[in-house]
């Protein structure tokens, strides 16, 4: 079992940053992968970031790479999404969840665990 607790999440303005954190625990959740999603009102979820807990493998969703950046901290167990260059169209829940197929860790349907979600709201 993975535990992710996503926090970070508030009302900013466009063009802000924010930094969004998953708190990861779970006996065996340095096999997986991590990912960030997101999913806005009458929107599908859509992919954003992966990252393998070991190495470091990182991967981006085009419309989000230059402008958003994921990064784990080994001693705290998180996962982060710094968000920079904030737009409206960022509004949305954000979620963080959990894989062991990292060779397809931009695929949602193969993430096994998902955190509740945090709100992110973007005003022009």
């Known amino acids: 079992q993975v535990q992710l607790v996503e926090s970070g999440g508030g009302t900013v303005q466009a063009g802000d940053s924010l930094t969004l954190a998953c708190a990861v625990s779970g006996r065996t959740f340095t096999s997986y992968a991590m990912g960030w999603f997101r999913q806005a009102p009458g929107k599908e979820r859509e992919f954003l970031a992966a990252i393998r807990w070991r190495g470091g493998d990182e991967v981006y969703s085009d419309s989000v790479k230059g402008r958003f950046i994921i990064s784990r901290e080994r001693a705290k167990n998180t996962v982060s999404l710094q968000m920079n260059t904030l737009k409206p169209e960022d509004t949305a829940v954000y979620y963080c969840?959990?894989?062991?197929?990292?060779?397809?860790?931009?695929?949602?349907?193969?993430?096994?665990?998902w955190g509740q979600g945090t709100q992110v709201t973007v005003s022009s």
């Open positions: 969840a959990a894989t062991l197929d990292y060779l397809r860790m931009r695929l949602g349907r193969v993430y096994d665990y």
